[in-house]
């Protein structure tokens, strides 16, 4: 079945440092892949997506680019901020009914 | 539309007593998703309704678990004899039926399960 792994956490930058949060999956086909974030005390938001290889997603400086050969969809800031302080999910779309599988999620904090 | 609303946010039940959650989705979202979070985990899907169809359900969800959304509308999630493990976040989720999953879900903002 579908699965995603992602790189563990926690991490910590300072601010303006640049971030990569890995993550790889395992899927029939070519699934839909997403980073969802959770900042403290909310639930969980869509940060960005990409529906095909080769797509890139980006959002809120935030961008991930779907790679196919690599099977990997990593995300990455080139400047954090304090603000990034938030768990992040990468996620597949796991299949006909559409239910995502979640990686375990990496925690980032971002010192000023 | 203020997006997807569970309630309680929190509750603190007694091993074996009986839990309902209850989740309103966006109004226009033909689909809704449970989820469970526990800690340093990511979510796990639970089961998933179509309009009022119960159309897929994990194993993770057993016996003690029932999810209903009788008119299409707002879902409800029971959970019978509850027991300590089943202490976690309980996500519920909803995606319109145009875009589907692949547009990406609206969360809610959960509601935790304490079991003492």
């Known amino acids: 079945g579908n699965s995603v792994t992602q790189m563990e956490g926690p991490v910590t930058l300072s601010e303006e440092a640049f971030l990569t949060i890995n993550c790889t999956y395992t899927?029939?086909?070519?699934?839909?892949l997403f980073w969802y974030v959770q900042y403290p005390g909310e639930g969980l938001q869509l940060l960005l997506k990409?529906?095909?290889?080769?797509d890139k997603g980006s959002n809120k400086g935030f961008e991930a680019t779907y790679r196919k050969e690599t099977t990997s969809f990593h995300l990455e800031k080139g400047s954090v901020q304090v603000s990034d302080s938030a768990v992040y999910f990468c996620?597949?779309?796991?299949?006909?009914?559409?239910?995502?599988?979640f990686g375990k999620g990496t925690k980032l904090s971002v010192k000023p | 539309d203020t997006g997807v609303s569970q309630n309680p946010r929190h509750k603190i039940t007694k091993r074996g007593q009986n839990v309902t959650f209850r989740c309103d989705p966006i109004s226009e979202h033909n689909r809704l998703y449970w989820y469970r979070q526990t800690l340093g985990q990511g979510p796990e899907f639970l089961t998933y309704?179509?309009?009022?169809?119960?159309?897929?359900k994990s194993r993770l969800l057993s016996d003690r678990f029932s999810a209903e959304r009788p008119k299409g509308s707002f879902s409800t999630l029971e959970i019978q004899r509850t027991e300590q493990g089943d202490s976690a976040m309980y996500l519920c989720?909803?995606?319109?039926?145009?875009?589907?999953?692949?547009?990406?879900?609206?969360f809610g903002s959960g509601t935790r399960l304490t079991v003492v």
């Open positions: 990409a529906t095909k290889a080769d």
């Open positions: 989720a909803s995606s319109p039926p145009r875009d589907g999953p692949i547009g990406g879900y609206t």
């Open positions: 996620a597949n779309y796991g299949g006909s009914q559409g239910n995502l599988i």
């Open positions: 309704f179509q309009n009022e169809a119960q159309l897929e």
């Open positions: 899927a029939t086909g070519y699934p839909s």
